[in-house]
């Protein structure tokens, strides 16, 4: 038969009956073009070997246009799906013709897709098992024709259907031809052998089918070895990822361990003359490893990232299948396997991919732990970038392997670190970290690994002194932290771990004693996240953990601090520890987890906390009994309460317990019901009181037991149902009576101290004790000698009472000085009283009720005590005294006539010698005493003063000189000897002129306005001519001007009285009133206001006494007083007056237009003045917020004298009733009192310049303008000023 008559090109006019080779028609299938194919032809022309390739091919090409056509395509399968297979193979079989057999391979696998469609996977099966049939046969003899059947058993494979596997006949055969294959030199072939055996292993894994067992066991190690020849020799991409597929099938499977245990010198059947033998020698008789390992190097550098990954795919299938050895781990390090991750890692690009399989390499290798750490150490730098880029995905799962590495090296590994890669390290940790703030978390084991290596890197050596390290501890602490305590999932490692951060945290650098900024600001930090976060959150988990391993942990990180070398800031936290009811907490601890760990670790940190509140190792009592103490408070009660005269180990319980009670009662923390601990101290008292003195314990001393005692005997006292045992009570105080004992050098409770004060059969053993403390004191310059007792809590005792804490002071001030103590005592005792006065003021007054004058006057009657630093402190002391007591507490007026008069017969000296000190001091004094004369005290102590010839000498000669200074008086401010001293002597002078108002009225007349001592005789008590006064307040600087225009404003005020008491004329010569009133004048308008309402006032006194001798105004003055009116005015109408301009500075002012207003003979420019436009545009500026006193007043004149129209006074009442209720609702009031703001301002001043402060205080509190006293007083004088506008408003409608 002719091989073309298998095709008619022609279409017949109707389907042909035959072919031209009269085959049946059931063969012959139409195509859509009209013609037709005859697939016995077909077969015929591609089963011929001799067919001519041209034909062939064309037959291909007309058969795959056919089979695209779906009526065909559906004939062929329906009637003769099997037709074809085996000339198709043929057509591999024999043609070498790369096209045709691609064309047929091409087809081949059409048709196995077209059946597959329609369920019919016989076809597919069919081929598979022609092509392995071909290739188990070995008759190709690796020809390129074996070469195309290969192929196309690869792509029939390559479908990855199950059942193909089961259609291969002869399977061994199969295998080991294409063993044999694989020692060929062609790439070619070797690529594609190694993708037909990865899909038969993969199908056959697929399958499960036994039959080959036997052949892959005996050609396991050709197996394994000749894929891995290939692959360490292969160039080519496409052959090494075949070769690495193949490989991974073959681990998965433990091909791998299989060719381990096989040797290659095992040899069966399949091993015929088609292999090519291996011995020991091939691959330099290298062992699997190496090969394996000289075998992926190749892959690794690849830049086909897909070959990379797989690459590193099957070293981890190598390794982890393996259970690998530290000896091979160590070969395959030994070949730079590690190096060539790192160099991979490194040119990655931190491709995921790639990062997470090297990643999971390297940690296979680091078993090897030596051999690997040199390779890591190497590699390091590779890290670290990596490191970045994976901590920026939260819960990436290659982190940890990372951490790892990282820590592995940074432990080990310490010199190839930098400090730059320390700082960029902890830079990354603490952005993870970071994270922890959000809703993303951390992994548990991430978060561990995280806390270690932040911890090895503080363990770093180049780590200290980096700030931006210290700074990502800090960071990352406060995170941790935050994360751990505020999530109730978290894991129980990860608060471990975050504990062991925060510790190490905390020693880091403190053992070389560093005290930089940096390390002092961490400390402080961690102590911090302590005191806030770690120990709330433990007091309110305690009882909710499970397991004792969290609560040992917090208290060994606690204890850990305690530990440390202690400062203030350890002490501070001890302190908040003991504050938070710690040894209860522990107690109760204790009780969830009683085991021996617990409560071991429970009473060494009780030692610890003892050991930083007292020092000196005075928690050893309580390490030493650590093993014997019991579980349970209450049984520490029951030791205490046993006889311990001949039992050592009790006697050490007793000791230890007694520290625990004392500790915790001073800070509050009850561990055991009052009721108890009482009885149990006094039982403890009965049976041991004999060998207290011989058995007293180094820390454990009799004060203790006294402070515990005391403790516990107030709380029996303020809760009256306590009952206490008299014959213990007596005990106790006969022990005390026999030995030298002393509370106030320990830590004591106030109420245990209150309780030791409240007894008068200690009052001499306090006595002595509070004598001891005071030489202590200040021989330490006044620093705290213990750690509780200080002045400021002798101030508490005695200011609130019920004790004899202030009769002891006085009593031991007094035996001092009655029994010729030494100097230092006396002025120890006497400093610490004063120190005591100035903490409490109110102390001043519980000395005076008992009998503190007299003392001190004894100390100023007897020669004996003369020494300057006496004097000078009894003196600050009378000064705190004078100036803390209120009036009424200072009624012994004979001991203060002795003092005054010790201090004036003083004076004189003191003058005479320049001792500036000693004046000031004595000039203080004698104010003082004047100002409480005012409130009728004192009154003889006062005649003293005032009637004192050294002193009246001493003022005039002070005020004459000063007042020949004329214009150079300004230069002798209160910064010169001279002007201190003046302005003291202003002082006394202005609180007698007050006391003289109060008690000696009759003093003041017309002299004080002679202002020439030769005019009448000389005065014989303290005062001040006027026009001296005058002198002062034109010349003086700023402060002598306002003390003078007080002095000034007291006497004129004072002769007012006297003139409406006597109505005597005025004596003074003529003109002498003119002078005062321009010196007056002329202040109208100084800088400081409070001058000028002085100045104010005093005219319009003068204004006054004019009056009242009918002198009419001059023309100078009242153009001067027409100016003052129109400044007034105009101030007032201006809209843009600010509130505080408006309220104070038209006062001065107002004052003046009240006096005038009031006079009979009014200007007659006033009218033009207040007309009724300015008084308009004046009332529409005043609001609720700026209505004065002086403003009120100014408006009711106004009204009386005519000037205010009934719609002025409407709109006025509307303002002040508004102002009103403005007072009413003011929320909050300025209580502060001109006293309590200088103590304030004089904190750190001496004795003189504070007195001086406050008899300043004192003279401004008489001020209208002084702001710094009661607000309250002045809206009172305000509302009473309205209420007399509203009330004359009324009279006037």
């Avoid at 038969?200 to 697929?206: R, S, V, Y």
């Avoid at 990655?348 to 680091?366: A, Y």
């Avoid at 001592?1013 to 005062?1023: A, F, K, P, R, V």
Wanted: proline content about 3%; aromatic content about 8%; glycine content about 4%.
């Amino acid at each position: 038969m002719h091989p073309t008559a298998a095709l008619s090109l022609q279409p017949p006019l109707k389907p042909p009956v035959t072919c031209s080779q009269g085959h049946s028609s059931n063969l012959i299938l139409p195509t859509a073009e009209g013609g037709f194919i005859c697939l016995l032809c077909l077969s015929v022309l591609l089963s011929n070997p001799k067919s001519p390739t041209v034909h062939v091919s064309y037959a291909l090409s007309q058969l795959s246009q056919a089979i695209s056509q779906s009526q065909f395509l559906h004939s062929l399968l329906t009637f003769h799906s099997h037709f074809l297979i085996s000339p198709l193979v043929f057509v591999l079989s024999n043609f070498d013709d790369e096209p045709i057999a691609n064309q047929t391979i091409d087809l081949i696998l059409r048709i196995c897709e077209a059946a597959k469609s329609n369920s019919n996977e016989d076809v597919q099966m069919e081929f598979a098992a022609r092509v392995s049939n071909w290739l188990s046969s070995g008759s190709l003899a690796w020809s390129r024709r074996q070469l195309y059947m290969l192929h196309c058993f690869g792509v029939l494979l390559d479908s990855q259907e199950s059942k193909l596997y089961a259609s291969i006949k002869d399977k061994d055969s199969l295998i080991c031809n294409l063993i044999t294959g694989l020692q060929l030199s062609s790439e070619v072939i070797q690529g594609e052998i190694m993708f037909v055996l990865y899909r038969l292993f993969l199908l056959h894994f697929i399958d499960m089918d036994d039959n080959c067992t036997d052949v892959y066991a005996a050609c396991c190690p050709k197996l394994v070895r000749l894929p891995l020849e290939v692959l360490m020799k292969s160039e080519s991409e496409d052959v090494r990822l075949n070769c690495v597929a193949l490989l991974t099938v073959l681990a998965r499977r433990g091909i791998f361990q299989s060719a381990c245990i096989n040797h290659v010198g095992s040899v069966n059947s399949c091993e015929a003359d088609n292999f090519m033998q291996t011995s020991e020698h091939d691959i330099d008789g290298s062992s699997l490893e190496v090969l394996f390992a000289e075998a992926v190097k190749g892959p690794l550098l690849s830049s086909d990232s897909q070959l990379q990954i797989a690459t590193l795919d099957l070293i981890i299938l190598f390794l982890s299948h393996r259970d690998a050895s530290g000896e091979e781990l160590q070969v395959l390090i030994e070949q730079n396997i590690a190096d060539y991750i790192f160099e991979m890692l490194r040119l990655s690009g931190r491709e995921d991919p790639i990062v997470n399989s090297s990643l999971q390499v390297l940690d296979l290798l680091s078993a090897a732990e030596q051999p690997f750490r040199q390779r890591l150490a190497i590699g390091f730098t590779t890290l670290v970038p990596i490191l970045r880029h994976v901590a920026e995905v939260p819960f990436h799962h290659v982190q940890c392997l990372l951490l790892k590495l990282i820590l592995n090296c940074v432990s080990n590994c310490p010199g190839i670190i930098s400090t730059s890669d320390v700082g960029e390290i902890s830079i990354i940790l603490t952005r993870m970290f970071n994270n922890l703030d959000g809703e993303i978390g951390m992994l548990p084991e991430t978060f561990s690994l995280s806390c270690r290596l932040f911890v090895a890197l503080m363990k770093f050596p180049s780590s200290p002194g980096n700030s931006i390290f210290i700074t990502s501890i800090m960071d990352a602490s406060r995170s941790a932290v935050s994360y751990c305590l505020s999530d109730s999932q978290v894991h129980r490692d990860q608060i471990l771990h975050f504990l062991y951060l925060l510790k190490e945290a905390y020693a880091y650098n403190k053992g070389d004693g560093s005290s930089k900024a940096t390390d002092m600001e961490l400390r402080i930090c961690i102590l911090d996240l302590y005191k806030i976060k770690l120990l709330p959150w433990f007091m309110t988990v305690i009882n909710d953990l499970e397991g004792e391993d969290i609560a040992l942990g917090v208290i060994e990180t606690f204890h850990s601090i305690l530990l440390q070398d202690s400062d203030t800031h350890t002490e501070k936290f001890t302190v908040s520890l003991v504050s938070c009811s710690w040894f209860s907490m522990l107690f109760g601890c204790l009780g969830l987890f009683p085991t021996e760990r617990m409560r071991d670790r429970t009473y060494l940190i009780f030692g610890s906390v003892v050991d930083v509140l007292l020092g000196d190792d005075s928690g050893q009592p309580i390490r030493d009994a650590a093993f014997l103490l019991p579980y349970d408070p209450t049984d520490l009660l029951f030791l205490l309460g046993q006889k311990s005269s001949h039992n050592q180990e009790l006697f050490c319980c007793q000791s230890a317990v007694l520290l625990i009670l004392y500790i915790s009662s001073l800070y509050n923390d009850r561990i055991a019901d009052d009721k108890l601990i009482l009885a149990s101290l006094e039982q403890y008292i009965l049976l041991n009181s004999s060998d207290f003195v011989v058995r007293v314990s180094v820390s454990v001393t009799i004060e203790l037991l006294v402070n515990l005692y005391g403790l516990h005997r107030g709380f029996a006292k303020m809760s009256y149902q306590i009952p206490y045992s008299p014959e213990a009570e007596r005990i106790l105080f006969q022990l005390l009576s026999d030995i030298d004992w002393n509370s106030l050098s320990t830590r004591i409770h106030f109420t245990s101290l209150k309780w030791l004060f409240q007894q008068e059969k200690l009052w001499k053993s306090l006595s002595k004790q509070i004598l001891r403390f005071c030489r202590q004191y200040y021989s330490s310059n006044g620093h705290e000698i213990t750690q509780t007792i200080n002045l400021h809590v002798f101030a508490e005792l005695i200011t609130t009472g019920d004790n004899f804490v202030a009769m002891i002071f006085i009593h031991l001030l007094g035996e001092l000085v009655g029994n010729t103590g030494q100097d230092y005592d006396i002025i120890s005792v006497v400093k610490a009283m004063t120190e005591i006065t100035e903490v409490a003021p109110a102390v001043s007054d519980q000395f005076c009720m008992h009998g503190i004058d007299d003392v001190m006057l004894s100390i100023y009657l007897y020669s004996r005590y003369t020494s300057p630093e006496l004097h000078v402190v009894i003196s600050q002391l009378v000064i705190s005294i004078l100036i803390s007591a209120r009036s009424e507490s200072i009624l012994n007026d004979g001991a203060w006539i002795g003092i005054a008069g010790k201090l004036l017969d003083s004076l004189t000296p003191a003058v005479a010698l320049d001792g500036w000190t000693e004046v000031i001091l004595t000039i203080s004094i004698l104010s003082l005493i004047l100002h409480h004369s005012s409130n009728q005290v004192l009154t003889e102590a006062t005649k003293t003063i005032i009637l004192s010839a050294p002193l009246v000498s001493t003022v005039n000669i002070t005020i004459s000189e000063a007042c020949s200074k004329g214009p150079a008086l300004l230069d002798h401010d209160e910064g010169t000897n001279t002007g201190e001293v003046l302005i003291l002597v202003l002082l006394l002078l202005f609180f007698s002129l007050r006391s003289m108002r109060a008690n000696l009225p009759g003093l003041i007349d017309f002299r004080f306005l002679h202002d020439n001592d030769t005019e009448t005789e000389m005065l014989s008590y303290i005062s001040i001519r006027c026009h001296d006064c005058c002198k002062l307040m034109h010349y003086g600087s700023p402060l002598v001007k306002l003390i003078s225009s007080f002095c000034l404003m007291e006497m004129l005020t004072g002769l007012s009285d006297y003139i409406n008491k006597k109505t005597d004329d005025l004596k003074c010569r003529e003109g002498y009133m003119s002078s005062l009133s321009s010196v007056l004048e002329g202040l109208i308008f100084f800088d400081d206001i409070r001058v000028s309402m002085n100045c104010a006032q005093c005219l319009s006194l003068l204004m006054e006494w004019e009056e009242l001798e009918n002198e009419s105004i001059t023309a100078d003055k009242s153009n001067w007083y027409r100016l003052i009116v129109e400044e007034l005015v105009m101030s007032l109408v201006t809209p843009s007056t600010t509130s505080n301009t408006f309220m104070v500075h038209h006062k001065p002012a107002a004052l003046i237009v009240v006096a005038l207003l009031k006079s009979s003979r009014v200007p007659p420019w006033m009218t033009k003045v207040f007309d009724d436009l300015s008084i308009y545009k004046i009332i529409q500026n005043v609001s609720p917020s700026n209505v004065s006193t002086e403003l009120v007043v100014l408006f009711r004149e106004l009204m009386n004298s005519g000037y205010l129209n009934s719609e002025h006074i409407a709109h006025l009442n509307q303002v002040f009733q508004a102002c009103r209720r403005h007072i009413y609702n003011k929320s909050e009031m300025q209580y502060t009192t001109a006293t309590e703001h200088t103590r304030n301002t004089a904190v750190n001043q001496d004795h003189a310049t504070k007195a001086r402060a406050y008899l300043f205080s004192l003279m401004l509190s008489h001020s209208v303008t002084e702001t710094n006293g009661l607000r309250s007083q002045c809206w009172k004088e305000l509302l009473k000023e309205i209420e007399l506008f509203t009330k004359c408003s009324t009279e006037e409608d």
